[in-house]
């Protein structure tokens, strides 16, 4: 966040938290399926979850290009969970499951986000819009005022 950017309101600090939550969830759940849990041949698939791993760091910066794209991402792994769910049996099936309420709430999550970063940040931008045209026409009243006195003398 770089020193002219505005620290995040609350909700924007939850719903970032209750993402990483999500997204580090649904990491888990792939990486221990597909490597203790119910592996489905040598554990290949378990790579499956390197895209969610990329967005660690962008969900970290409060990145909205990041919450962008997972929450397109998301869908991906919401639909190997629908497939697996009603292909396999046992304890992939609850997985699967498992998989799917992650990526639906991770969606929710981020598209919360989403919108009330783009809620506020016009908010935001239209006080600062205001204050920065109330700033520049006092600086001028400022300067001007002089220059009228000095001219009268």
Request: proline share 3%.
């Amino acid at each position: 966040m770089t020193p002219t950017q505005a620290e995040p309101d609350a909700v924007v600090r939850a719903t970032r938290a209750l993402a990483l939550g999500g997204l580090i969830g649904l990491i888990a759940l792939g990486l221990a399926w597909e490597l203790w849990l119910a592996p489905t041949g040598t554990g290949t698939l378990a790579l499956k979850v390197v895209p969610l791993v990329l967005c660690v760091a962008g969900l970290l910066r409060h990145r909205m290009y990041t919450f962008r794209w997972l929450s397109l991402l998301v869908w991906l792994y919401f639909l190997e969970g629908v497939v697996r769910a009603t292909s396999e049996t046992g304890i992939s099936a609850a997985l699967a499951m498992g998989q799917v309420v992650l990526s639906v709430s991770l969606f929710a999550v981020s598209g919360f986000y989403i919108r009330w970063r783009l809620r506020n940040g016009a908010r935001i931008a239209a006080a600062t819009a205001a204050a920065t045209a109330a700033a520049t026409t006092a600086a001028t009243t400022a300067n001007t005022a002089p220059q009228q006195g000095s001219a009268a003398s």
